[in-house]
T-cell receptor, first 113, second 115 residues
């Protein structure tokens, strides 16, 4: 059974129309990550949560926001999607220590039209 | 700052042949190193990881990798390629024993397996 679940798997949004991607986990992990992966590129970390502590990467645009209402759920909000934001967005989780395995969801493909 | 370089964006092998995917890292502290596989339209799956224990690491599906500090390398190998191994492979380095453990990925290598 999937342990990191992302919804929707495929999302089409209009230029400038806000969109929210969701991630849920059944692992009770305290660390959750959001990565952006553009076509034929490596995943790039946007931000992560350690419990409720939010950590934004220095080069993550302000257009990207995140919410984590509880341990199990994390949301990625894109306030005004541009054509350059079309990508796959990967959610991942990890239990506490840095040696522990990071588990990835299947990803959410975002298309901006 | 830590970084990872994967040599060769595309590697093609015949079914049954040796697979060798190259990865070199840069790190000012002892690194944690990982190999992930990504099938089309899917997330990343961990193949194996090095966390300063044995330098030869065995992973799933007969993959293994050897950490060589003198060469700053962590190349991935598999003795005999299978058609199902065709995928994108990412080498990654972790920032180390801090709390975040965030991964910094290489650019990826596409493995093609020919019948």
């Amino acid at each position: 059974d999937a342990m990191v679940i992302q919804n929707p798997r495929y999302q089409v949004t209009q230029f400038g129309k806000p969109v929210t991607l969701s991630c849920s986990q059944t692992l009770n992990h305290n660390v959750m990550y959001w990565y952006q992966q553009k076509s034929s590129q490596a995943p790039k970390l946007l931000f992560h949560y350690y419990d409720k502590d939010f950590n934004n990467e220095a080069d993550t645009p302000d257009n990207f926001q995140s919410r984590r209402p509880n341990t199990s759920f994390c949301f990625l909000d894109i306030r005004s999607p541009g054509l350059g934001d079309a990508a796959m967005y990967l959610c991942a989780t990890r239990a506490g220590g840095a040696l522990n395995t990071i588990y990835f969801g299947e990803g959410s493909w975002l298309t901006v039209v | 700052a830590q970084s990872v370089t994967q040599l060769g964006s595309h590697v093609s092998v015949s079914e049954g042949a040796l697979v060798l995917l190259r990865c070199n890292y840069s790190s000012s502290v002892p690194p944690y190193l990982f190999w992930y596989v990504q099938y089309p339209n899917q997330g990343l799956q961990l193949l194996l990881k090095y966390t300063s224990a044995a330098t030869l690491v065995k992973g799933i599906n007969d993959f293994e990798a050897e950490f060589k500090k003198s060469e700053t390398s962590f190349h991935l190998t598999k003795p005999s390629a299978h058609m199902s191994d065709a995928a994108e492979y990412f080498c990654a380095v972790s920032e180390g024993p801090g709390n975040t453990g965030k991964l910094i990925f290489g650019q990826g290598t596409t493995l093609q397996v020919k019948p």
